[in-house]
Structures are given as C-alpha cells and as structure tokens.
C-alpha cells in the first residue's frame, strides 16, 4: 500500500479548478480546444467529490489480495488486478470502471464471482488508478481495455459501470477507432448512458459553450474517435454485436449523473435487453448495493441457476445511501 500513497503524493496536481469553470469569454475555437483537454482530464471532472482521495485511499484496501501486473497496450501501460477462483476457472469476468474512477470501486463485485468460479479481472483506465498518464479518452481507453481482454481473454463477460459502459461494448462491436473486436457474449450494464451527444452537451453547458465552440469541441471528439459523436450510442453498439446474449440494464432511478431515462432508452431500442431499476439509488452508491450484487450473480452466476435468476422482481430498491466516488 506504501506505493499506492507514493504515486499519489508524487503525481503532478492540475492547478485549474474543477468546477465553475466557464468558457464563454473566450473565441471559440480557444473555448472548444480548452473544453476538450478539461473533458480528457478525469482529475477535473465536476463529478468528483471533494473527498475523493480518501475515498481512494479506502478503497484501494480492497485491492491488497489481487495479483497485481501491467499490461502493455497501444497508448501505455495499463495497471491490472486478477483475482483466482479456489479450483480452475469457469471462465473469466471483467469488471470495467466509469470515469474519475477505478478498479477499487468496482470490488464489490469480485468476491462473489471469483467464489462461483470465475477468474475476475479488473483494471485502470489510462489517466485513472493505478494507470500512468494525466489525460485520456474515450477511443483511448477502449483501445488499452481491448489490449486487455486480448491478454486475459477469453472474456466471458462484463460487469461495466457508467462511462466504462460505452468502453466495453465499442471493445464488443469493434469499429472505428479499433483495429478489431473482442468477442464478449454477457453484459451488465450499469448507469450507463446511452448517447454520448447528450454527454457531451451536458459537459458544455457545464462550460458555457456557445454553438461554434460546442462544436469545435465535438471536433475534437469526432477526430480521435473516428465517428460523429450524433451517431456514438449504446443503442448503436449493442446492435453492431454479434451476440445472442440479452443484456442486463441495472440503472438508479435517482441517478442524477445518468438520467434513468438512457436506461429506459436502451431497453426500448434493443428487444433482447432487460432492464431491473432500484428505486432508491444514485449513480454511485448502486454500485455498493447487496440487491445489486444479487441481480449480477443472478445474472453471470453459474447457468445451472439461470431459472432462479428469472424469477426476480423487475424492481428493487434500496434504501440506505452509500457514498463513492466513481
């Protein structure tokens, strides 16, 4: 653990504030350039706590039995943590964090399926954890989570929260910026938006973009990603995978980050997904919530239990608040 606070104190911290930033006096094209190095900068996210260094820090702890090793991807080297069933493998998960976040605040889940048999892999995303550089992007982590799944896979299937979301099924469909695919047959998906134009113009608002600079920004997006950011969606990667399985959408329904409605909008458009919300939950805290860790095993547990994980209600809800930062 002291090389977890090492990196920590020795990291470079970014002087520019997180919140309150506003562009809007800027030319356009300047405000555009800024806002996408502020949207490529995790560290300045408006959506991290205040307190979360030492929410970090307490959730690093869970961290300490992983098989700890780096694997080399096209844009650097991307910190990794494996877990091992007791007997041998009956395949291999893949847990998948959202932006500002890490691999730590996804452990929740590993303990219940390295028990069932699973081998579950986490990771840091460039610029997040564990992970070496300062800024990152969305063609940029499915590019090192692609190089993952290649060293660890098969991969049997994913757990992804939030931004990670959209990762993991671009790493599925395998189109532009991607070289190839990786063939992942089961997802849940949790708090995960489905159009990343409605990202984006959130994040301007945020800024106090004007249209021209908006859309100098989306620029910068289009270009690293290979796609016009009105036609990148969930909706439109779940249908370019070639897979029978139906999807699990597992969203808040006080998800203040996420709105509830890119989970009602996925499971809309795709006939095969399922949706189940929690009523009394957020963006953050679903992801420490005992009926959650239930519907995902129901849902990636061994097959024989396939019949009992039918059975459950379409609806849970939780009511005790839990505070991450993810």
């Known amino acids: 653990m002291q090389i977890l606070q090492d990196k920590r104190?020795?990291?470079?911290?970014?002087?520019?504030?997180?919140?309150?930033?506003?562009?809007?006096?800027?030319p356009p094209q300047r405000a555009g350039d800024l806002a996408f190095r502020?949207?490529?900068?995790?560290?300045l996210s408006q959506?991290?706590?205040?307190?979360?260094?030492?929410?970090?820090?307490?959730?690093?702890?869970?961290?300490?039995?992983?098989?700890?090793?780096?694997?080399?991807?096209?844009?650097?080297?991307?910190?990794?943590?494996?877990?091992?069933p007791d007997g041998a493998a009956r395949g291999t998960m893949m847990l998948v964090h959202g932006w500002t976040s890490e691999a730590a605040f996804m452990t929740a889940f590993i303990e219940p399926l390295r028990r069932s048999g699973y081998r579950v892999v986490a990771f840091d995303f460039p610029a997040h954890g564990m992970s070496p550089s300062r800024r990152t992007n969305l063609a940029d982590c499915a590019r090192a989570m692609l190089s993952v799944c290649d060293f660890?896979?098969?991969?049997?299937?994913?757990?992804?929260?939030?931004?990670?979301?959209?990762?993991s099924l671009l790493v599925a469909e395998g189109g532009a910026p991607l070289t190839h695919r990786h063939p992942i047959d089961r997802f849940v998906l949790i708090g995960c938006p489905n159009t990343?134009?409605?990202?984006?113009?959130?994040?301007?608002?945020s800024l106090r973009l004007g249209e021209a600079a908006q859309r100098a920004y989306e620029q910068h997006?289009?270009?690293?990603?290979?796609?016009?950011?009105?036609?990148?969606?969930?909706?439109?990667?779940?249908?370019?995978?070639?897979?029978?399985?139906?999807?699990?959408?597992?969203?808040?329904?006080?998800d203040d980050e996420v709105g509830f409605h890119n989970a009602e909008e996925i499971a809309a458009a795709i006939p095969s997904a399922r949706l189940l919300p929690f009523d009394e939950l957020g963006h953050r805290n679903v992801l420490f919530?005992?009926?959650?860790?239930?519907?995902?095993?129901s849902e990636l547990g061994p097959r024989a239990s396939d019949a009992m994980s039918r059975s459950m209600p379409a609806s849970s809800?939780?009511?005790?608040?839990?505070?991450?930062?993810?």
């Open 317 to 326: 809800s939780c009511g005790q608040e839990m505070k991450a930062s993810a």
């Open 221 to 254: 997006l289009e270009r690293v990603g290979h796609r016009p950011v009105t036609e990148f969606s969930s909706v439109a990667l779940l249908r370019g995978i070639e897979t029978d399985a139906s999807p699990l959408i597992i969203h808040g329904r006080k």
């Open 47 to 84: 959506h991290r706590s205040a307190d979360h260094d030492l929410l970090t820090a307490r959730a690093r702890f869970h961290l300490r039995h992983a098989r700890w090793q780096i694997v080399p991807t096209p844009v650097g080297d991307v910190q990794t943590y494996v877990y091992e």
């Open 152 to 167: 660890y896979g098969p991969i049997e299937g994913v757990v992804a929260h939030s931004f990670g979301g959209f990762v």
């Open 289 to 297: 919530a005992p009926p959650v860790f239930r519907a995902v095993m």
């Open 38 to 43: 502020i949207f490529c900068t995790p560290e």
């Open 196 to 205: 990343l134009s409605e990202v984006t113009t959130n994040f301007g608002q």
């Open 9 to 26: 104190v020795a990291a470079p911290r970014c002087p520019m504030p997180r919140r309150e930033m506003h562009l809007d006096q800027l």
